[in-house]
């Protein structure tokens, strides 16, 4: 008897212990169950809803069939908007078609065009046919350009093939340069390769390269060697140094060297120290294997 007793009393004891903690998790899944209806997730349970949350359920889930017809999602069901909702998203379905027509967009619906709408396209195809043209890319059709608009284009497309020769990028066709243009396209090709070599960009014909240009070019390339050896960098050379230059370089690591083992900052090679300097090093800052 008495064990039962004490065995009613625990249970008891036990509920009430975890009472709060019910309390708090129901709170906390229902809001969760809320959250899960207005998405429209599969976790939804819409007997946990009171009237007021099936209510703004229902509203979120309209709003989103709404947004799935104004983005031509398959999800949409038309038989559920309102009639103001449904003429607003023919409204939108018609300029969007409108607008992908005139941009060449493959979506486009010919038949819901008007004659004026139809007009307009013909007119934005034929005039992005001729940038097409002028600019050398995409379906370039000169059967359908007239006669002025095929002298513009090929005006055009030999501005840009002097162009690109002269930047040496593009299709140059130096074939059909004129006199003139093979003497400029000429100068801007040596000036370019001359800067390519002085600046180690890109390729560099040294053969090009004029004496003075030639010797512009190995200064050039000794101080960038320089400055990769003061930088430490893997692509200093220093049998390209002169003895005075490899002593300036020497003396300037031997000063790293001291500074990084009197501050205890940096690699330091006690091995390197003089004697007085050694000296001058701070116990703290030696390195623990020696």
């Given at each position: 008897m008495n064990v039962t007793l004490r065995r009613c009393l625990w249970a008891e004891a036990a509920c009430?212990?975890?009472?709060?903690?019910?309390?708090?998790?129901?709170?906390?899944?229902?809001?969760?169950?809320?959250?899960?209806c207005k998405s429209g997730r599969d976790a939804c349970d819409r007997s946990k809803l009171s009237l007021s949350q099936s209510a703004d359920v229902a509203r979120?889930?309209?709003?989103?069939?709404?947004?799935?017809?104004?983005?031509?999602?398959?999800?949409?069901?038309h038989?559920?908007?309102?009639?103001?909702?449904?003429?607003?998203?023919?409204?939108?379905?018609?300029?969007?078609?409108?607008?992908?027509?005139?941009?060449?967009i493959a979506s486009c619906n010919l038949s819901?065009?008007?004659?004026?709408?139809?007009?307009?396209?013909?007119?934005?195809?034929?005039?992005?046919?001729?940038?097409?043209?002028?600019d050398s890319i995409g379906a370039c059709d000169r059967s359908k350009l007239t006669q002025s608009e095929t002298t513009e284009v090929n005006v055009a497309v030999r501005q840009l093939n002097v162009s690109d020769c002269?930047?040496?990028?593009?299709?140059?066709?130096h074939s059909t340069l004129?006199?003139?243009?093979?003497?400029?396209?000429?100068?801007?090709?040596?000036?370019?390769?001359t800067l390519n070599c002085q600046n180690g960009w890109g390729e560099c014909d040294r053969a090009k390269l004029?004496?003075?240009?030639?010797?512009?070019?190995?200064?050039?390339?000794?101080?960038?060697?320089?400055?990769?050896?003061?930088?430490?960098e893997e692509t200093c050379d220093y049998s390209k140094l002169t003895v005075p230059e490899a002593n300036l370089l020497a003396e300037v690591e031997r000063k790293r060297n001291y500074t990084a083992c009197l501050k205890g900052v940096g690699y330091c090679d006690p091995s390197r120290l003089t004697p007085s300097e050694a000296v001058a090093i701070p116990a703290e800052h030696k390195p623990l294997r020696q």
């Open positions: 009430l212990s975890l009472w709060p903690v019910l309390l708090f998790a129901q709170p906390s899944d229902l809001a969760q169950n809320l959250a899960d979120a889930r309209h709003g989103r069939n709404v947004s799935d017809c104004r983005n031509g999602y398959d999800s949409c069901d038989s559920k908007l309102t009639e103001p909702e449904a003429i607003a998203l023919a409204v939108a379905d018609h300029r969007r078609n409108v607008s992908n027509c005139n941009d060449g819901r065009l008007t004659q004026s709408e139809a007009r307009e396209m013909a007119a934005a195809e034929h005039q992005r046919n001729l940038a097409d043209c002028k002269r930047d040496g990028t593009g299709l140059c066709d004129t006199r003139s243009e093979t003497s400029d396209v000429a100068a801007a090709e040596h000036e370019r390769n004029t004496a003075v240009e030639a010797g512009q070019t190995a200064a050039a390339e000794h101080e960038r060697n320089i400055s990769a050896c003061r930088a430490g």
